[in-house]
């Protein structure tokens, strides 16, 4: 009995040979027969493969007898004879059968739970990513995490993603950014992925769907109406949805109605900026996983570090990243105290010096971090009473600390116009004339500038 690959093809040599003494015509031979081969055994009979959809078809019809008769002469047995095309084949064939849309969406193994450093500004979302990723689409969905950029959406993403994975390697996890996710999109609607339902795909191929960076998605209406169809079909499925966005949903200008309504309609979490503990914390997880010694660092250096790049973990990482570069390779000294930190990001803290300047871009980010709301609301189009008041203030900051002109002042809160500054100070001065939460707002915000 033949089994291994090799007996079959050369078997499968031999009934060729055959084939061409009794055929007597080459050219027919070459075109039709010489490419073939056997792919597979299924039972006793020869799958085989033909180079093109004629071969195939002249082989099964035309040429059947002639085969069988060279089977039988070589062989001494019937065997059964399937006719495939080579293309044909590879399409069937299922390890060749990838998921057809986002092949270049990868998880990151580094970024876990276990070396995501816990504190007061990240807590809840830390702990209610941590819950979904044991009972996946079972608690809050969609879980939506929003926060400004550096703060850690991204990792706690990713370590969902990986954790899913671990406990419940039965589910197939998706992460992508909405990006990714426009590019698939466009390629769908463009007609390059015909035959492909982007939904299809969705609804057979993804259980955990985590989408980074939602924002983008915004002004796109056909990519919008997809997600949304997108959405639906893996809710109605109960399957388990994370998103991360730079702003609260509400605050997303240009986002569909309905896609608002559905991403707080489960669990809406911020992180904020870290607490000194908790850039002390990142700071020393940081020193150890990169195989050094906290000792090694002097308490006081890692203060300084953790106060001077508190906005985002990726400019404290920087930071650190350059301190280790000075020390291991311009200093070469292995004991860290704060004389070699403040030398080592000499750079960068003047770069952050000059940034802090007094600016209308600093008076924003100054009054959005006042009132808990991100620079972007402030000069954005929404204007519940808490933003339209901070926006105000930001105006009434701008005239009379920077003396700006109103035309100035509108460019810098968004484009607006002349006479919406002129009432929007003046709004802010009569309030200070009675309103003692005015007056105090006003009195810390200017020392906060100043410092
Ligand atoms: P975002 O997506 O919010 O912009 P990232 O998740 O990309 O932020 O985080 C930026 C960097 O900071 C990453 O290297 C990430 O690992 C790190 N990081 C953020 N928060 C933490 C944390 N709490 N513990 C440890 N590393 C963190
Ligand atoms: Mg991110």
């Not at 092949?103 to 819950?131: C, D, I």
């Not at 000075?326 to 403040?342: C, G, R």
């Not at 000499?346 to 010096?353: A, C, P, T, Y």
């Not at 200070?432 to 200017?446: P, V």
Request: net charge neutral.
């Amino acid at each position: 009995m033949v089994e291994t690959v090799s007996e079959i093809a050369s078997l499968w040599g031999r009934i060729l040979q055959k084939v061409k003494e009794k055929l007597n015509d080459s050219n027919i031979f070459d075109a039709f027969f010489a490419a073939s081969y056997v792919d597979h055994m299924e039972g006793s009979t020869l799958v085989v493969v033909a180079n093109t959809g004629l071969a195939a078809a002249l082989l099964d019809t035309k040429y059947r007898g002639l085969l069988n008769t060279c089977i039988l002469e070589t062989t001494g047995t019937n065997l059964g004879l399937v006719f495939v095309e080579e293309e044909h084949l590879k399409k069937e064939a299922p390890v060749d059968k990838k998921p057809s849309f986002f092949k270049e969406s990868h998880l990151n193994p580094n970024y876990t739970f276990k070396n995501f450093v816990v504190g007061q500004s990240n807590r809840e979302a830390y702990q209610a990513s941590l819950m979904i990723s044991e009972n996946p689409g079972k608690l809050y969905n969609p879980l939506l995490i929003y926060s400004n950029s550096g703060l850690g959406k991204t990792h706690l993403l990713h370590a969902i993603g990986n954790s899913i994975r671990e406990k419940h390697p039965n589910l197939k996890v998706l992460y992508c950014t909405s990006a990714d996710f426009i590019n698939e999109y466009i390629q769908y609607a463009t007609g390059s992925k015909v035959g492909d339902s982007l939904d299809t795909y969705f609804k057979n191929e993804v259980d955990v769907f985590l989408v980074d960076d939602i924002q983008f998605i915004s002004k796109k209406p056909g990519t919008m109406e997809m997600f949304f169809v997108v959405f639906s079909t893996l809710y109605a499925q109960g399957k388990q949805v994370v998103i991360t966005s730079d702003q609260h949903p509400n605050e997303l200008n240009g986002l569909d109605q309905r896609l608002r309504t559905r991403f707080i309609s489960g669990l809406t979490l911020d992180i904020k900026a870290p607490d000194l503990p908790t850039s002390e914390g990142i700071l020393r997880s940081r020193i150890t996983a990169g195989g050094l010694d906290v000792n090694d660092f002097e308490a006081e250096a890692i203060t300084f570090l953790a106060q001077r790049f508190s906005s985002s973990v990726r400019e404290l990482e920087e930071a650190l990243n350059r301190l280790l570069f000075y020390t291991v390779n311009i200093k070469q000294t292995k004991h860290i105290d704060l004389a070699v930190t403040k030398e080592a990001i000499q750079g960068l803290i003047k770069v952050q010096d000059d940034s802090s300047k007094l600016s209308e871009t600093k008076i924003i980010a100054t009054v959005a971090d006042y009132y808990s709301l991100t620079p972007s609301q402030i000069t954005g189009k929404i204007r519940t009473s808490q933003i339209a008041m901070a926006r105000h203030i930001s105006m009434y900051l701008m005239r009379t600390l920077l003396d700006d002109p109103f035309e100035k002042i509108g460019q810098a809160v968004g484009g607006k116009d002349h006479s919406s500054v002129m009432s929007g100070v003046k709004k802010v001065e009569k309030a200070l004339k009675t309103d003692r939460d005015m007056q105090d707002a006003i009195k810390e915000l200017t020392s906060r500038l100043k410092k």
